[in-house]
């Protein structure tokens, strides 16, 4: 992995620097939480990105919904142009609260990557069954993400987290060539001596444990529609039948079908009521994790547990899901600080929570802009009707 390098037009000002310091002496020495209280405007997200070149840590930004989790990739894909910076992928990546949802395992995950090097003797067509395993599908027409087409001896992919693509030109069953190129374009970017193709879901399981998944599967089918017969209940016994046969059988002919994700505890061999795997197990364990807006993103990660259990208990109550679809869930709050290995807590008006626990807080109070807050005056509610014109009249005056 290439070192963290830090592109910018400007330089640490203002309370800035400090709070660069603290923070990345503070991980240095261990501390396992912190806290940076800096003022809207103060260059919170530029903190951020300095701590990360000083510390040379895998990093998760975490937010509390996709909008600013979407803004804060791009800023940081501009800090760091050398870097791999993703949108819930890769190595610096910023992901919203839903990064604690149940995810397939890293080990089935690494099981299934497509490795292609130059020179290396690989069928064609046993490439295209493995594509086909890993949930790409194929299109000869269009070349999109999640899809690949074949023309001759030439084999084009465009994996499902990149905006660019792989051709892989073959010489009989050896890899001669393998080329990134614009997909829209057909520009060529440069050749790779070998490439690494992932899965095109998240959620992937390995053959054997599918089968075995299928046979626990139909287990549980077979006491949950009698018990929904007991209990007179003949439109959700007859549902859940109907619904669980259809998802047996197209995961049986594909691996996959709609709502996969719900039979994660049979697909990932777990034990009723286990932890998830989520994307926090994808880090190493040193991990560096930074929650923007914690005092709005901690009660969305707290809530969520609840949230979501409300939900599927109706889904199971009513015949839709199997009650073993209660175990594809979020994290609790104790699992998911258990993740934790070092975090910053990031914002501007820090909760108790994150205050008493933090041992050390760095303050940015200073804009580097050097703009301050604008004088706040409060007014008694008497006569707010007659001081509002009054004060329109005087805007309008100037």
């Known amino acids: 992995m290439p070192p963290f390098r830090l592109v910018a037009p400007f330089q640490p000002t203002g309370d800035q620097p400090e709070a660069i310091a603290k923070l990345a002496a503070g991980i240095e020495r261990g501390y396992r939480e912190q806290v940076l209280l800096g003022v809207t405007g103060s260059g919170k997200t530029y903190t951020m990105a300095c701590v990360v070149e000083r510390v040379q840590r895998p990093t998760l930004v975490l937010a509390h919904n996709k909008t600013l989790a979407a803004q804060l990739w791009a800023e940081f894909k501009e800090f760091f142009p050398d870097n791999a910076v993703e949108y819930f992928r890769d190595v610096l990546i910023v992901a919203s609260v839903s990064c604690i949802y149940s995810l397939g395992s890293p080990q089935d995950y690494q099981q299934t990557v497509v490795h292609l090097r130059r020179g290396a003797v690989r069928k064609r067509d046993r490439v295209l069954r493995f594509l086909t395993d890993i949930q790409y599908e194929r299109n000869d027409y269009q070349l999109a993400r999640g899809k690949f087409r074949v023309r001759g001896d030439t084999l084009e992919i465009q994996p499902a987290y990149e905006e660019t693509a792989l051709r892989v030109e073959f010489w009989d069953d050896e ?11 057909g520009e060529v970017l440069g050749t790779r001596d070998e490439v690494l193709v992932y899965p095109a879901k998240h959620f992937i399981t390995t053959e054997e444990k599918l089968a075995l998944a299928l046979a626990d599967i139909e287990g549980e089918l077979a006491e949950r ?3 929904f017969e007991e209990q007179g209940k003949l439109l959700e016994a007859q549902r859940i039948k109907q619904r669980t046969a259809f998802d047996m059988e197209m995961l049986r002919e594909t691996g996959v079908c709609p709502g996969v994700e719900n039979y994660s505890r049979h697909l990932q061999r777990r034990e009723p009521g286990s932890r998830p795997w989520t994307l926090l197990d994808y880090f190493p364990d040193d991990f560096l994790l930074f929650i923007d807006e914690s005092h709005i993103t901690l009660p969305q990660v707290r809530g969520m547990y609840e949230g979501d259990r409300a939900r599927k208990q109706v889904l199971v109550d009513y015949g839709f899901r199997l009650p ?7 994290l609790r709050a104790d699992e998911f600080f258990a993740h934790i290995h070092q975090v910053v807590y990031v914002s501007a008006t820090p909760a108790e929570f994150e ?19 604008p004088t706040i005056a409060v007014k008694p509610t008497r006569g707010q009707i007659d001081d509002l014109l009054a004060e329109i009249r005087t805007r ?3």
């Open 175 to 185: 890899v001669e060539r393998i080329v990134v190129f614009d997909p829209l374009t």
């Open 225 to 227: 529609a009698p018990w």
């Open 324 to 330: 073993s679809a209660m175990d594809n869930r979020p």
């Open 355 to 373: 205050r008493s626990r933090a041992q050390e807080i760095a303050e940015q109070l200073i804009r580097p802009t050097g703009v301050l807050d």
């Open 396 to 398: 309008v005056a100037r």
